[in-house]
Structure formats: structure tokens, C-alpha cells
């Protein structure tokens, strides 16, 4: 089973540092999507790739961060001087374009700030 | 814009008791709809969807849906619940216009099922 794999899985960081995730879509989806999570909230919707090109961020992805998916495959999420309000729960999904409306999502890095 | 309402955030429930969790959504447009699992600390796990046709969906563990264009409801059912359904559950939708299809998320409902 070739899922959505994100790595790290959890990662606790001082305030102020800076952090990247990685994530690796399912290999022919061309869709990729990043989500962040709070607790006891629903997954909110950061940004979006079609192949190399981030085609929409939303307005919750500020200026500290920035997502790149340089050869269409993979994909880096990275916050710069973090927050403890940064902390949450951040997913990855991939899609097929042939399945517009059913995306995959992966088990999520869970990032602490302290 | 679209959005997603779970009112309730709790659901208690005695196993093999049956279950009804509640979604209501809004938008302009003509959306595809569903369901989600989350299990503690994992990712989300596709239930079960609407997209077109049949009102009344079903997933392959017993959960069902039926989506109401009137009431703009698609609430998520089972007759008769196991303690491995315990798990948060999200009500989530996508404009039906053949673009990007970023999910709207509800903020999810709790399935707690006890003995």
C-alpha cells in the first residue's frame, strides 16, 4: 500500500525556529494538498499544487510560511520563526485527476512549539 | 463561500445502539459531499461520498448517508454500533465545478460507544 506518507510524524521545536515537513503524495496523483488542524476543530485548507505549480493559498498561510513541490512529486511545507500558535496538527492529501473529488490523506505531522 | 455545520461535537452511544450524526452545509453552488474518519492520532479516512445519483450512499463497514438538497443535509447513519466506531468523524464538501477541489471541513462530531 503505497499511501500519502508525511515525514516527520511529530516534531516539538522552540519558538522561533524554523521547520519543513515533507510529504509524498500517491505517485500518480498529480494533486496535492496541505491542511492544518487544531484541536477540536476540522482540517482548514492552506495550499494547493497541481503538479509543480501552487495554484491557491490560503489566507491562513501567512508570510512564515511557504510550500514548494519543485518536481511535481513531493512536497516541503516549511514555517520560519515559529509560534505557539503554529502548533496544530498538518496534513497532507494527494488526488487523482480523473477523481477530482476524492482526495487521500496522509496520518499528518504534529508540530509543538514551546 | 461554503460552509459546514456539525452541531453536535459529542455523541454518546451504547454499543449496537444506532447512531445518527448530524451535517448541514451551505453554499452557492452545486457541491460533492463527505464523510470522514479519524482515528486518534492519524490521518482522515474517506467513509463515504456523494457525488451524483442515488441520494443514499453507503460505505463498506455499515455507515450510510443520504443527501438532502432541500434541507442541505447529509447526515451520516448506522443501525447498530461497535466500540471500534469510536473515533471523530468530519463532514466535509467541494464545489461540484471540475476545478480544484479543496475540502471544507466541518469541525467534526465524537463517536464515543460504550458497553
Known amino acids: 500500500d503505497t499511501g500519502v506518507s508525511q515525514d516527520p510524524r511529530h516534531k516539538i521545536t522552540k519558538r522561533g525556529q524554523n521547520v519543513t515537513f515533507r510529504c509524498d503524495p500517491i505517485?500518480?496523483?498529480?494533486?496535492l494538498y496541505w491542511y492544518r488542524q487544531t484541536l477540536g476543530q476540522g482540517p482548514e485548507f492552506l495550499t494547493y499544487?497541481?503538479?509543480?505549480?501552487?495554484?491557491?493559498k490560503s489566507r491562513l498561510l501567512s508570510d512564515r510560511f511557504s510550500a514548494e513541490r519543485p518536481k511535481g512529486s513531493f512536497s516541503t511545507l516549511e514555517i520560519q520563526r515559529t509560534e505557539q500558535g503554529d502548533s496544530a496538527m498538518y496534513l497532507c492529501?494527494?488526488?487523482?485527476?480523473?477523481?477530482?473529488?476524492?482526495?487521500?490523506f496522509g496520518q499528518g505531522t504534529r508540530l509543538t512549539v514551546v | 463561500a461554503q460552509s459546514v455545520t456539525q452541531l453536535d461535537s459529542q455523541v454518546p452511544v451504547f454499543e449496537e445502539a444506532p447512531v445518527e450524526l448530524r451535517c448541514n452545509y451551505s453554499?452557492?453552488?452545486?457541491?460533492?459531499l463527505f464523510w470522514y474518519v479519524q482515528y486518534p492520532n492519524q490521518g482522515l479516512q474517506l467513509l463515504l461520498k456523494?457525488?451524483?445519483?442515488?441520494?443514499l450512499v453507503e460505505s463498506i463497514n455499515g455507515f450510510e448517508a443520504e443527501f438532502n438538497k432541500s434541507q442541505t443535509s447529509f447526515h451520516l447513519r448506522k443501525p447498530s454500533v461497535h466500540i471500534s466506531d469510536t473515533a471523530e468523524y468530519f463532514c466535509?464538501?467541494?464545489?461540484?465545478?471540475?476545478?480544484?477541489?479543496?475540502?471544507?471541513f466541518g469541525t467534526g462530531t465524537r463517536l464515543q460507544v460504550t458497553l
Open positions: 505517485s500518480e496523483h498529480n494533486r
Open positions: 492529501a494527494s488526488s487523482d485527476p480523473d477523481r477530482v473529488a476524492e482526495a487521500f
Open positions: 453554499s452557492s453552488v452545486s457541491v460533492y
Open positions: 499544487f497541481q503538479n509543480e505549480a501552487q495554484l491557491e
Open positions: 456523494y457525488l451524483s445519483g442515488s441520494t
Open positions: 466535509a464538501l467541494t464545489p461540484n465545478t471540475g476545478t480544484a477541489s479543496k475540502l471544507t
